[in-house]
Nanobody, 123 residues
Framework: QLQFVESGGGVVQPGGSLRLSCVAS????????IGWFRQAPGKEREGVLC??????????ADSVKGRFTISRVNAVNTVTLYLQMSSLKPEDTAVYYC??????????????WGQGTQVTVSS
């Protein structure tokens, strides 16, 4: 059974750093592009960064250029995705999710999302 389990969020001061992790398991996802998405309060979910099976990276959010990096580790039926965030800004505050890209993974005809991990940047 597919699971996306995100972790690593927290409260951090502006200028601080966090490293998010996502364990995607239960399906052979090693050939999928997988990315980080975020949803800020009152806003729609948006793409942040995506990495494909060959390590090619797509940046969806200009605001994170030079501050966020994405990486992945493939294993049998498990992909671990990382998001290293630095120089964090209050506008980075959001719930961060991982999922396949460009379309969310579907389970029983519905888009599947994990619980996400909350990142709050505040002084």
């Amino acid at each position: 059974q597919l699971q996306f389990v995100e972790s690593g969020g927290g409260v951090v001061q502006p200028g601080g750093s966090l490293r998010l992790s996502c364990v995607a398991s239960g399906q052979a996802l090693d050939h999928y592009a997988i990315g980080w998405f975020r949803q800020a309060p009152g806003k729609e979910r948006e793409g942040v960064l995506c990495i494909d099976s060959k390590g090619n990276i797509r940046n969806y959010a200009d605001s994170v250029k030079g501050r966020f990096t994405i990486s992945r580790v493939n294993a049998v039926n498990t992909v671990t995705l990382y998001l290293q965030m630095s120089s964090l800004k209050p506008e980075d505050t959001a719930v961060y999710y991982c999922n396949t890209d460009p379309r969310p993974f579907r389970v029983d005809g519905n888009d599947y999302w994990g619980q996400g991990t909350q990142v709050t940047v505040s002084s």
